[in-house]
């Protein structure tokens, strides 16, 4: 069976520190994976998609960045965190399961920028 | 982007139905589905609906659509405390899915 794995699960960091969250992904082979921020009481903003290894699609101007150096492997960056940048980022992968796109989440990242 | 939108809230007694809403714009859109969840966890897909049904049911669960008015309703037969959670509707255009921003559900015993 396929398991998506987040971490770190919680991370407070200064303001104009870098940032790495990585998430992967098992029991599957050429996901699409997605990065997805949610602030406190609000619904998901996309922030990245990926078709395939090195294929990024950024959805919103922001100081993040995201890679997928490997299949199963979506990394989201920063180099310098702003407050704004604060909530709970979801990984998430989809799938076609009986001619339906399928997405399946991960347990999340929570980030706190003081 | 596409727009889906929901109710913020919802309160309901247990052993009550509770009703969710959402609409959303992209007619072109094959496929919507429901999502779920619980405070500080990441989303579990409850069910999706095909565009060219009107309704599927799931045990307790029961989704409507009706696409002339691009409205689609998730419907909990015997709200349990359990049910208790963000209700996220979303639809698939092209590569991405967009989400509505949530239904918290709030059951009371």
């Known amino acids: 069976s396929q398991t998506i794995h987040q971490w770190p699960a919680t991370l407070v960091q200064p303001v104009g520190s870098p940032l790495s969250l990585e998430c992967t992904v098992e029991g599957t082979s050429n996901p699409n994976l997605y990065w997805y921020r949610q602030a406190a009481g609000r619904g998901l903003q996309l922030l990245f998609y990926s078709v395939g290894i090195g294929q990024i699609s950024s959805e919103v101007p922001q100081n993040l960045s995201a890679s997928r150096p490997q299949d199963r492997q979506f990394i989201l960056s920063s180099k310098k965190l702003l407050l704004s940048d604060s909530g709970f980022y979801l990984c998430?992968?989809?799938?076609?399961?009986?001619?339906?796109?399928?997405?399946?989440f991960g347990p999340g990242t929570r980030l706190l920028v003081l | 982007g596409e727009d889906v939108e929901q109710s913020l809230f919802l309160s309901v007694r247990e052993g009550d139905s509770s009703v969710i809403n959402c609409t959303y714009t992209d007619s072109s859109s094959t496929y919507l589905y429901w999502y779920k969840q619980e405070p500080g966890a990441g989303l579990q897909l409850l069910t999706y609906i095909f565009s060219n049904m009107d309704m599927k049911q799931d045990q307790r669960l029961t989704v409507l659509l009706n696409k002339k008015d691009k409205h689609l309703s998730l419907r909990i037969a015997d709200t349990q405390t359990g049910d208790s959670a963000i209700y996220f509707c979303?639809?698939?255009?092209?590569?991405?899915?967009?989400f509505g921003s949530g239904t918290k559900l709030n059951v009371k015993p």
């Open positions: 998430a992968w989809s799938t076609l399961e009986r001619d339906v796109e399928t997405q399946y």
């Open positions: 979303a639809e698939r255009s092209f590569n991405k899915f967009y």
